[in-house]
Nanobody, 125 residues
Framework: QVQLVESGGGSVQTGGSLRLSCTTS?????MAWFRQAPGKEREGVAV????????YYADSVKGRFIISQDNAKMATYLEMNSLKPEDTAMYLC?????????????????????WGQGTQVTVSS
């Protein structure tokens, strides 16, 4: 059983930055960040896999967010810059044992077996 713990959320103004962290109880091949706003479906934000050699991002965050890993610390990070009010959501870390991803498959939440409890990000205008 893989346990995930997120941290780093908070409240910022438009244009601000936050860095989310996800620590795991064991390394997994694929790590991702999702987000979910009230009344909306869970949305894939970014994924990193294959020893951090491959990443995908949602179009809505490309150029603003960066996903990275530190295997020595068993941590995955999401650096979020130029934040907008529409980025407001609960951000969740997810892990999968899956090894093959493409643009269409990585954001599918049901493909991830392990989830953290989430950390809230609120961006005010």
């Amino acid at each position: 059983q893989v346990q995930l713990v997120e941290s780093g959320g908070g409240s910022v103004q438009t244009g601000g930055s936050l860095r989310l962290s996800c620590t795991t109880s064991q390394l997994t091949y694929t790590m991702a960040w999702f987000r979910q706003a009230p009344g909306k479906e869970r949305e894939g934000v970014a994924v990193i896999y294959n020893g951090a050699r491959k990443t995908y991002y949602a179009d809505s965050v490309k150029g603003r967010f960066i996903i990275s890993q530190d295997n020595a610390k068993m941590a995955t990070y999401l650096e979020m810059n130029s934040l907008k009010p529409e980025d407001t959501a609960m951000y969740l870390c997810a892990a999968s044992l899956g090894v093959a991803w493409n643009t269409f498959t990585w954001p599918i939440a049901t493909r991830y077996s392990y989830w953290g409890q989430g950390t809230q990000v609120t961006v005010s205008s």
